[in-house]
């Protein structure tokens, strides 16, 4: 790991002589991306620092470009002094705060050097302040989609902070990111539409695939449709798939009726700890049958890989080749069956690409083979033979590699050289590549959708998709959080595409089902006359989201009659499990119990009025306590919807007699609450 060496401002110093001293510093004292970066150039590659898992060799450049010609042929850097402050703030964050998604960062420096620039001077880092700020910000709000300028502002938000904290600005600014984070969790309108078709997959491609993993026998097309099975399987990140060991399952005795649990050992790629993934029982099958094929197509590779380990600097050779060992030379045809390629011409192709001499007349050409070996060695992954660095799996050991250019329809395997499967080739193979004339698993076998355009779906929907069918089912947002990989509970919402129809069909369920429901809903169904399912749209009419719960109040009929004072109404509905919810329960009871003993207060000092007070309060501290209780009751099992019992009625004759109504009674008998257990996805 890197050194990293905090930088202090001298105080005898102004903004300019700080940030000549911050610039020199990065450039001379820092190796983050490694002691001979070339600090002065204008790109950076820091592949070997930064490594992006399912990109394959991909090489990762830092390219100080200005905003305006980011996505230009020929890109205009920035202009000094204000690339070298975006020089050594990149690589002095990147010691403090290491990241692999740098782009927010280094589009944070861009925008404020579009800002500065505006102002006719040369941008200069040290004359930043709230109106350029704030113009930096309107750039990212005019360049950027709502989710990447929150991101970007995010960041344009800490170098403001880093500049005066670090005294490099003329005047010190306090300035906060006031773009707006994209509202994800909305589940009504044309916009809620639209986002979720795009992150969830097209039906058409859930009932092409299962037919297409049967189908397959080419091996991308076997590849790519057993990738998508594991994925169908649980929600997982495709880099996690990718990084799976060839002994990634696990086997164990179920106890309690007799059967064998299933699941696959799992290293999460955001910060959550290894684990073992236990599969659903229904898909249990599917993913045993994955792994197989996977096996079985990639088992040559690992042989491959095995002998590169164990005979470094030496080529591998099929079976049937290894008398060539011996030779000194090779002929164009015996270059073509060692390297893989089809034909003479191929061969002398891939000679000139690596720069293999050639000796001979035409027609008997030949070349070396210790110049062969070299060339193919040469070729190697670059770490091999580490493919992941993190948990040091081995490509011999990996589950997802394969020979070059094996998953290319058009171009001959390489049978001498390995590469590990990356994001890229399982996204085409799942219609990523149409629009470049790249076939798909769908195409090849004349699936299409509805309108025949050809079907298209990332690998990264399948997460969203299993993450929406775990919320629709009533899976408690720990479990889904657990289930997915994740650290933050908080990340499940921006996966949740529950529709409005879905949440309202979950509640109309459970209405007059005993097995189910046990209160004033499931018993009126006993008197009407009408089906089930009809009664219970009478009933629940409609849904929306609340603090607490659900409300199924029917606004076309009547005005809320308690003017949002939820917890004394019926219509309030609670599902065990949502814990941003009950977060929001209990910090309402926290509150409740702050004013219950300001009214005691006031009571005891005798204000007028306070005894109605003091009554009020303590029937909100008895409600919402009860509410916890059962939330925390192991005996009610998640995903259970609970419905508080009505207040008493009225007392008509103290009202006659002009005494105070009695306060609203709640109940301690569980009998008394409506307690709706639904049943989980997956049992």
């Known amino acids: 790991m890197s050194e990293v060496i905090l930088f202090r401002p001298k105080a005898e110093l102004d903004a300019a002589g700080n940030l000549a001293g911050f610039v020199e510093s990065c450039r001379n004292d820092l190796t983050v991306f490694g002691a001979d970066l070339p600090f002065d150039e204008n790109i950076w590659d820091v592949s070997n620092s930064i490594s992006l898992k399912g990109c394959r060799n991909k090489r990762i450049r830092i390219v100080f470009s200005t905003l305006g010609t980011v996505n230009a042929a020929s890109p205009s850097p920035m202009v000094e002094p204000f690339l070298g402050f975006a020089k050594a703030y990149m690589r002095y964050m990147h010691g403090l705060r290491p990241t692999v998604g740098f782009g927010p960062r280094l589009t944070a420096l861009r925008v404020l050097e579009a800002a500065l620039s505006e102002q006719g001077n040369i941008p200069n880092p040290i004359r930043t ?93 076997v590849i790519v449709s057993s990738v998508a099975a594991l994925l169908c399987a649980s929600p997982d990140r495709i880099s996690e798939v990718l990084m799976l060991p060839e ?42 049958e994955a792994i197989e094929k996977i096996r079985v197509v990639t088992g040559p590779a690992r042989r491959v890989a095995k002998w590169y380990e164990d005979h470094p600097g030496e080529i591998y050779l099929e079976s049937h080749l290894e008398p060539l060992r011996s030779n000194e030379w090779l002929s164009m045809r015996e270059v073509a069956d060692v390297i893989g390629v089809a034909g003479i011409n191929s061969a002398r192709t891939w000679c000139k690409k690596n720069a293999v001499k050639e000796i001979g007349d035409r027609g008997a050409r030949k070349v070396r083979l210790s110049d062969v070996q070299k060339a193919v060695v040469a070729m190697l992954p670059d770490g091999f033979p580490i493919l992941d660095k993190e948990t040091g799996l081995k490509y011999s050991n990996a589950l997802l590699v394969v020979c070059v250019n094996e998953l290319g329809i058009k171009r001959g395997t390489y049978r001498c050289m390995i590469e590990p499967i990356s ?47 775990a919320q629709a089912g009533g899976m408690s947002q720990l479990d889904i959080a657990k289930w997915s990989g994740r650290k933050d509970i908080r990340q499940n919402a921006a996966y949740d595409h529950v529709t409005p129809d879905q949440m309202l069909q979950k509640i ?79 910090q309402q009871l926290e509150e409740a119990r702050d004013m219950q003993q300001r009214a005691e207060e006031a009571t005891r000092d005798g204000y007028y009025g306070s005894g109605r007070w003091l009554e009020h309060h303590k029937s909100v501290v008895n409600r919402l306590s009860q509410l916890c209780s059962i939330m925390d009751d192991p005996n009610v099992p998640l995903g259970a919807f609970v419905q508080l019992a009505p207040q008493s009625a009225p007392n008509r004759i103290g009202v006659e007699l002009g005494e105070a109504l009695p306060p609203p009674s709640v109940s301690s008998r569980p009998t008394e609450l409506m307690v709706d257990v639904m049943t989980k996805m997956g049992g």
């Open 129 to 221: 302040d709230a109106h350029v700020l704030n113009r930096a910000a309107q750039l990212t709000d005019e360049h950027y989609t709502k989710a990447a300028a929150y991101r970007i502002g995010g960041q344009l938000e800490m170098v403001a902070t880093f500049l005066s904290e670090n005294r490099l600005t003329v005047v010190p600014v306090r300035w906060r990111n006031h773009l707006k984070r994209p509202g994800d969790t909305d589940r009504v309108g044309k916009e809620f539409d639209e986002r979720r078709q795009s992150k969830m997959p097209a039906q058409a491609a859930l009932d092409a695939l299962p037919k297409v993993f049967r189908l397959a026998t080419e091996p991308v097309d």
């Open 247 to 288: 002994n990634c399952e696990v086997r164990q005795k179920n106890d309690k009726d007799n059967g064998e649990a299933y699941g696959l050992r799992w290293w999460p790629a955001k910060g959550a700890e290894p684990m073992v993934k236990w599969i659903v029982p229904s898909m249990a099958s599917v993913v045993q």
């Open 423 to 469: 994001t890229n080739q399982i996204n085409t193979g799942l219609g990523g590549g149409s629009k470049h004339g790249l076939g798909s698993i769908f195409s090849r076998f004349g699936f299409t959708m509805p309108d025949g355009s050809q079907i298209k779906i990332t690998t990264h929907q399948f997460r969203h998709y299993l993450n929406t069918i």
């Open 508 to 586: 109309r369920d459970a209405v007059g089902d005993e097995s189910q429901m046990f209160g004033s809903l499931a018993e009126l169904s006993k008197k009407s006359l009408i089906p089930r399912d009809e009664f219970a749209r009478l009933v629940v009419p409609t849904a929306h989201t609340t603090d607490l719960g659900f409300c199924i109040h029917d606004y076309t009929m009547s005005p809320c009659q308690l003017h949002r004072d939820c917890i004394h109404c019926t219509d309030l509905v609670c599902v065990k499990g949502d814990e941003e919810k009950e977060r929001h329960l209990r």
